[in-house]
């Protein structure tokens, strides 16, 4: 049985991936030279925008943005939203296949190391795991009503 605790829990990770994904979603549309600058700081990855890539990163920009969005939705009602819930993770399992199946053209293409590689692998699999341990099962707890007086 899932502890009060645990039932909370999944709301704040929910969120905390929506708001990633508006974060990422965002970037696209923000300067050039700051977005690389952040790209590299943050996920160690030399960017080097064409006009087609800048147009790319725009087009994944809208789906991040509406994955952001989603999580949100689910993150604010778990139980009633179970369907999303499912879709993050799909969505989580994919991306960790896209980049085991990719890694050795993913480091090169952005110059980036295996360690940062591998990590954003672990760093997939703890959020993606988190998600199936914590996701909702079984009927949705009941709200206890108040004796109206």
């Not at 923000?30 to 030399?46: D, E, K, S």
């Not at 969005?69 to 991306?95: Q, T």
Request: aromatic share 12%; charged share 10%.
């Amino acid at each position: 049985m899932r502890t009060a605790a645990g039932s909370r829990a999944l709301p704040i990770l929910l969120g905390l991936i929506g708001i990633y994904h508006l974060g990422l979603g965002i970037l696209p549309f923000l300067p050039t030279a700051f977005t690389t600058r952040l790209l590299l700081a943050i996920f160690g990855m030399v960017f080097e925008v064409t006009p087609q890539m800048h147009y790319l990163g725009q087009l994944f920009g809208i789906y991040a943005l509406l994955f952001g969005l989603m999580a949100l939705v689910a993150a604010g009602d778990p139980y009633r939203h179970r369907s999303l819930v499912n879709l993050v993770l799909v969505l989580y399992c994919l991306r960790i296949l896209n980049r085991v199946l990719f890694i050795f053209t993913f480091m090169p293409a952005f110059q980036t190391t295996p360690f940062r590689g591998w990590l954003e692998v672990v760093l997939l699999a703890a959020f993606g795991l988190a998600v199936v341990l914590l996701r909702p099962r079984g009927a949705a707890p009941q709200v206890a009503e108040t004796a109206a007086g």
